[in-house]
């Protein structure tokens, strides 16, 4: 397409030598004539963006962003009504930090209006132009810089970003739950967000976004362990052990998925369990893993390295005797119970939930058929049995 440049994240990442999991492109022609220009060049293109200028493009299964060159003309401090231009300097000064304004042309040559490419290579995350302007315009750009100071600031940081981040505190209110928690988990994810995430709290940042954070050490203890860069479990590092009525208020006013809210709730000690103990072994390490029966593995390790955030007693042999135990199961159902005569209703779930109890508490060792006996006597109405009989 005549004029077009690969821009931003991509352009950085190809200096920095890092891979980039997106290209995206920029014309000086308006999003309508690039669509145009797209298919007649034969290629699938979904308007997904248009009223923002942005077009995909889809060659060989591969998406690519193409958006007009623009200009803000009323921004809100969530979103930004803009217009088509066609002059690169203008689209280049509205984007956030000076290493993602830089522009690549097809023969290889670079523009670089922000003295980007000197920032990266100094590891300066800066905003372009007025760091109070550039925030004033979008207020998630203040979680953005820590983002990006996470994985590619060398030293200091930017002294007028700090600043200007500590005077947009304020406006952090007005972003919406689920553009927070896309960048929470992005800070979180990086290899080491300890440094960023105390600078966080210093702004003031975090008590704007997560209230229910208090303190680093077990964060810290996370990140030195070696544990898996994994979001919810530096989530949960960060919230006071025994706080599990802060994880429904986190699954309230972060929007969680379904899928978030049941790990973290798991790992704020809802489960009326007790923690897993470095030396659990033998029977123990069955009854360990009997009482979270149904709980996804993943969740079983994020427990241990909990554990280990919270106290600093090393677990490494217990997560691998977990990873490599054979996970004891219930060897009953309540089709057992009904097939020794007893009548169908809800009793049935409380006799199978006591004998379950008895078989874990004899480290699960109990074989199916013996279960069954056990069954046939609580039914039946023997020794400290219920009779369950029609």
């Given at each position: 397409m005549p004029g077009a440049r690969a821009v931003g994240g991509c352009v950085r990442d190809a200096l920095a030598g890092r891979p980039s999991a997106d290209?995206?492109?920029?014309?000086?022609?308006?999003?309508?004539?690039?669509?145009?220009?797209?298919?007649?060049?034969?290629l699938k293109v979904f308007e997904t963006g248009l009223s923002h200028g942005t077009v995909t493009a889809v060659k060989d299964h591969v998406p690519v962003e193409v958006t007009a060159l623009r200009r803000d003309v009323l921004t809100d401090g969530r979103h930004a009504q803009v217009e088509w231009t066609t002059d690169w300097r203008e689209d280049a000064a509205r984007r956030d930090f000076t290493i993602n304004a830089m522009s690549l042309a097809p023969d290889g040559s670079l523009y670089d209006y922000f003295t980007g490419r000197a920032d990266l290579a100094a590891g300066t995350v800066r905003f372009v132009g007025d760091p109070d302007t550039r925030l004033a315009e979008?207020?998630?750009?203040?979680?953005?810089?820590?983002?990006?100071?996470?994985?590619?600031?060398?030293?200091?940081?930017?002294?007028?970003?700090?600043?200007?981040?500590?005077?947009?505190?304020?406006?952090?209110?007005?972003?919406s739950a689920e553009r927070v928690w896309m960048e929470l988990k992005r800070i979180?994810?990086?290899?080491?967000?300890?440094?960023?995430?105390?600078?966080?709290?210093?702004?003031?940042?975090?008590?704007?976004?997560?209230?229910?954070?208090?303190?680093?050490?077990?964060?810290?203890?996370?990140v030195a362990a070696q544990a898996p860069a994994d979001p919810l479990l530096r989530l949960a590092a960060l919230i006071p052990d025994g706080e599990a009525s802060r994880a429904a208020r986190l699954?309230?006013?972060?929007?969680?998925?379904?899928?978030?809210?049941?790990?973290?709730?798991?790992?704020?000690?809802?489960?009326?369990?007790?923690?897993p103990e470095p030396d659990v072994d033998g029977d123990a390490l069955r009854i360990f893993l009997a009482r979270r029966e149904g709980v996804a593995p993943e969740d079983v390790q994020r427990e241990a390295w909990l554990a280990e955030a919270r106290d600093g007693r090393d677990r490494t042999p217990l997560r691998a005797r977990i990873a490599a135990a054979d996970w004891p199961r219930f060897p009953l159902q309540g089709r057992d119970a009904l097939a020794l005569g007893a009548?169908?209703?809800?009793?049935?779930?409380?006799?199978?939930?006591?004998?379950?109890?008895?078989?874990?508490?004899?480290g699960c060792r109990s074989?199916?058929?013996?279960?069954?006996?056990?069954?046939?006597?609580?039914?039946?109405?023997g020794?400290?049995?219920?009779?369950?009989?029609g």
């Amino acid at each position: 397409m005549p004029g077009a440049r690969a821009v931003g994240g991509c352009v950085r990442d190809a200096l920095a030598g890092r891979p980039s999991a997106d290209v995206d492109v920029a014309a000086p022609l308006p999003p309508e004539e690039i669509a145009a220009r797209l298919r007649e060049a034969g290629l699938k293109v979904f308007e997904t963006g248009l009223s923002h200028g942005t077009v995909t493009a889809v060659k060989d299964h591969v998406p690519v962003e193409v958006t007009a060159l623009r200009r803000d003309v009323l921004t809100d401090g969530r979103h930004a009504q803009v217009e088509w231009t066609t002059d690169w300097r203008e689209d280049a000064a509205r984007r956030d930090f000076t290493i993602n304004a830089m522009s690549l042309a097809p023969d290889g040559s670079l523009y670089d209006y922000f003295t980007g490419r000197a920032d990266l290579a100094a590891g300066t995350v800066r905003f372009v132009g007025d760091p109070d302007t550039r925030l004033a315009e979008d207020y998630l750009r203040a979680l953005r810089f820590f983002r990006f100071q996470a994985r590619y600031g060398l030293g200091a940081p930017d002294a007028p970003a700090i600043a200007a981040i500590r005077r947009a505190v304020p406006g952090l209110a007005r972003l919406s739950a689920e553009r927070v928690w896309m960048e929470l988990k992005r800070i979180l994810m990086v290899p080491d967000p300890v440094a960023t995430v105390a600078l966080m709290a210093e702004t003031g940042v975090l008590a704007a976004v997560l209230p229910e954070a208090e303190g680093l050490e077990a964060l810290r203890r996370l990140v030195a362990a070696q544990a898996p860069a994994d979001p919810l479990l530096r989530l949960a590092a960060l919230i006071p052990d025994g706080e599990a009525s802060r994880a429904a208020r986190l699954r309230s006013r972060l929007h969680l998925s379904g899928a978030e809210a049941d790990a973290l709730t798991w790992l704020m000690g809802v489960a009326p369990l007790p923690r897993p103990e470095p030396d659990v072994d033998g029977d123990a390490l069955r009854i360990f893993l009997a009482r979270r029966e149904g709980v996804a593995p993943e969740d079983v390790q994020r427990e241990a390295w909990l554990a280990e955030a919270r106290d600093g007693r090393d677990r490494t042999p217990l997560r691998a005797r977990i990873a490599a135990a054979d996970w004891p199961r219930f060897p009953l159902q309540g089709r057992d119970a009904l097939a020794l005569g007893a009548a169908p209703g809800p009793a049935i779930g409380r006799v199978l939930g006591d004998l379950r109890a008895w078989w874990i508490e004899g480290g699960c060792r109990s074989t199916r058929d013996e279960a069954l006996a056990e069954l046939a006597r609580r039914i039946g109405g023997g020794s400290g049995g219920t009779s369950l009989g029609g």
